[in-house]
């Protein structure tokens, strides 16, 4: 078991824990000094030692810290961290366990530490062993019961894959035919800009220059400090403080720079759409496809852009539509059947399988 703490990093001062004698009630005697009650001679507890208000601190001059308490098995007697045997029976200390370390309590500058309050802190023990121990034993009987629902679960899930992705084959008829064509078209635009200056783009114009604010900086703004107070185990425990640099917001200022560019920008594309009876044809969009037009409102062409589809009907009567290359659109006719898998649960056409019959 290992109850080593960190080292105190920084300054730090070491003071007595406080504990009460649980065998004739003598209050606030001194952890590493009175290691037996002086009223009475019973045994020190180390687990009824807890931090003294700050009025009731008593400092240890020249403390080394080795290590927390080592209780004796065999007398319950405390012994210093590197002893090898118990002081008060001899018995030999190898395996025996260590005072508690490690549990501390702090607060913001300023602010005044009282003394901690031990019977909370032990019904708050107990009641966390409590829980602990209730936890094991209902994770125990739980086990089964969760293994259970996780199966279940798990086959649930399968079940919902499986439902969404089963597919059956069904016959379809092609019983109509669509096509659409389109002919993307992009126009020259006037669009406003921002940018620190000299980052503007190269064609930018109608500039004007601002002075204003750019961005934020963060700077040092102090320090926020909390003391920190914790148990080494030995009986004492180290108080010491903790700072962090404060930082605040400024603003930046600079020269920004509005301007006006000259861009291309997307509008609604020309479309075109029919079915067998009409000659799949491009829109006519009325642009010069020779010009090297780049004033404010030249239009030009982008992407052209064309999808076959046709309109199946199962023999169910379920209606379907799939798109397909236009090569098996222009040779497909009214009545031409076809084999597709269908989504059994959302009755969804799987069109990549889509084949001739």
């Given at each position: 078991m290992d109850n080593s703490i960190e080292s105190p990093s920084g300054d730090s001062k070491t003071y007595e824990m406080l504990w009460d004698c649980k065998f004739c009630g003598s209050k606030k005697l001194l952890g590493k000094t009175h290691r037996f009650c002086p009223n009475c001679g019973g045994q020190q507890d180390p687990s009824w030692r807890y931090?003294?208000?700050?009025?009731?601190?008593?400092?240890?001059?020249?403390?080394?810290?080795?290590?927390?308490?080592?209780?004796?098995?065999?007398?319950?007697?405390l012994n210093g961290a590197k002893c090898e045997?118990?002081?008060?029976?001899?018995?030999?200390?190898?395996?025996?366990?260590?005072?508690?370390?490690?549990?501390?309590?702090?607060?913001?500058?300023?602010?005044?530490?009282?003394?901690?309050?031990l019977k909370q802190r032990q019904l708050a023990d107990r009641a966390a062993h409590f829980a602990a121990t209730q936890s094991g034993t209902a994770s125990q009987k739980q086990g089964s019961k969760l293994k259970f629902i996780a199966l279940g679960i798990i086959a649930v899930i399968g079940l919902i894959i499986f439902a969404f992705t089963r597919t059956q084959t069904t016959t379809v008829t092609t019983t109509d035919f669509k096509w659409e064509r389109s002919v993307g078209i992009e126009v020259m635009q006037a669009i406003s800009g921002k940018a620190e200056c000299?980052?503007?783009p190269g064609d930018a114009y109608n500039i004007s220059q601002h002075y204003e604010q750019i961005g934020t900086r963060q700077v040092p703004d102090g320090e926020s400090c909390q003391t920190i107070q914790v148990n080494q185990?030995?009986?004492?425990?180290?108080?010491?403080q903790q700072c962090h640099t404060k930082y605040r917001s400024e603003p930046v200022m600079g020269d920004?720079?509005?301007?006006?560019?000259?861009?291309?920008?997307?509008i609604n594309p020309m479309v075109t759409s029919g079915n067998k009876a009409t000659t799949p044809y491009w829109p006519s969009t009325g642009i010069s496809q020779g010009s090297s037009c780049f004033a404010l409102g030249c239009?030009?062409?982008?992407?052209?852009?064309?999808?076959?589809?046709?309109v199946l009907n199962a023999d169910d009567g379920h209606p379907y539509e799939c798109t397909v290359a236009h090569d098996v659109w222009d040779r497909s006719e009214i009545g031409s059947r076809f084999s597709i898998k269908i989504g059994s649960l959302l009755k969804t056409p799987k069109c990549d399988t889509l084949a001739a019959k």
């Open positions: 931090f003294p208000a700050d009025n009731e601190k008593v400092a240890v001059q020249d403390h080394v810290y080795v290590g927390a308490d080592i209780i004796c098995k065999a007398c319950q007697a045997y118990c002081g008060n029976c001899g018995a030999a200390l190898s395996d025996a366990a260590h005072a508690q370390a490690g549990a501390s309590r702090i607060h913001d500058e300023g602010q005044a530490f009282a003394a901690e309050d000299g980052h503007q185990g030995d009986g004492t425990f180290r108080e010491q920004m720079c509005r301007y006006i560019v000259n861009r291309w920008m997307g239009k030009r062409e982008t992407q052209h852009n064309e999808r076959y589809y046709l």
